[in-house]
T-cell receptor, first 116, second 114 residues
């Protein structure tokens, strides 16, 4: 399978715990995006990387959230001290940047987080 | 920032009929408009996109039109089939070089009645 993969697919945690999600992009893609989707809504942009550099963060990304892409391949998204409002689907997408062009973003299956 | 409005929120059509979903955007600098299909429990799947230098694009039963002056774009699905039932999202991106994240509409739940 050459698509975007995410792990785990489901995570249930108690309020106050830390959680970490992983995303593996399509192998030749140099851009990686994180989105959050709540029930009945469209995905909301959180942050993105070009190679290992984190180039943009949404104001939705509070200081409890941190993302890394240390070697420019897979990425992790960590949420510290989880709150019930963090319950959502966390989606990862990747694209291949081409100079002067907009690039299709391909999404993974998501990680569904439930905070009790 | 960009704001994308999508209508209707639910659309029910008879199998074989056409379906049209409409979106408007606020940022005149936006110049890339993809459409995604999302089935239950899955991530969004890109089905078609259009860039601002093009007014219409077609791929088999799916077409997208863009009116830059009015800042709206639409998805047209002809000869609908049961497997077209899903939630459809429009999105827009502004800024240079595709650097920004996508701004999505709230989605349209398309129901194909047999």
């Amino acid at each position: 399978d050459t698509g975007v993969s995410q792990d785990p697919r489901h995570k249930i945690t108690k309020r106050g715990q830390n959680v970490t999600f992983r995303c593996d992009p399509i192998s030749e893609h140099n851009r990686l995006y994180w989105y959050r989707q709540t029930l009945g809504q469209g995905p909301e942009f959180l942050t993105y990387f070009q190679n290992e550099a984190q180039l943009e963060k949404s104001r939705l990304l509070s200081d409890r959230f941190s993302a890394e892409r240390p070697k420019g391949s897979f990425s992790t998204l960590e949420i510290q001290r989880t709150e019930q409002g963090d319950s959502a689907m966390y989606l990862c997408a990747s694209s291949q940047a081409l100079r002067g062009a907009y690039n299709e973003q391909f999404f993974g299956p998501g990680t569904r987080l439930t905070v009790l | 920032g960009e704001n994308v409005e999508q209508h209707p929120s639910t659309l029910s059509v008879q199998e074989g009929d056409s379906a049209v979903i409409k979106c408007t955007y606020s940022d005149s600098a936006s110049n890339y408009f993809p459409w995604y299909k999302q089935e239950l429990g899955k991530g969004p799947q890109l089905i078609i996109d259009i860039r601002s230098n093009v007014g219409e694009k077609k791929d088999q039963r799916i077409a997208v039109t863009l009116n830059k002056t009015a800042k709206h774009f639409s998805l047209h699905i002809t000869e609908t089939q049961p497997e077209d039932s899903a939630v459809y999202f429009c999105a827009a991106i502004s800024g240079g070089g595709g650097a920004d994240g996508l701004t999505f509409g709230k989605g349209t739940h398309l129901i194909i009645q047999p």
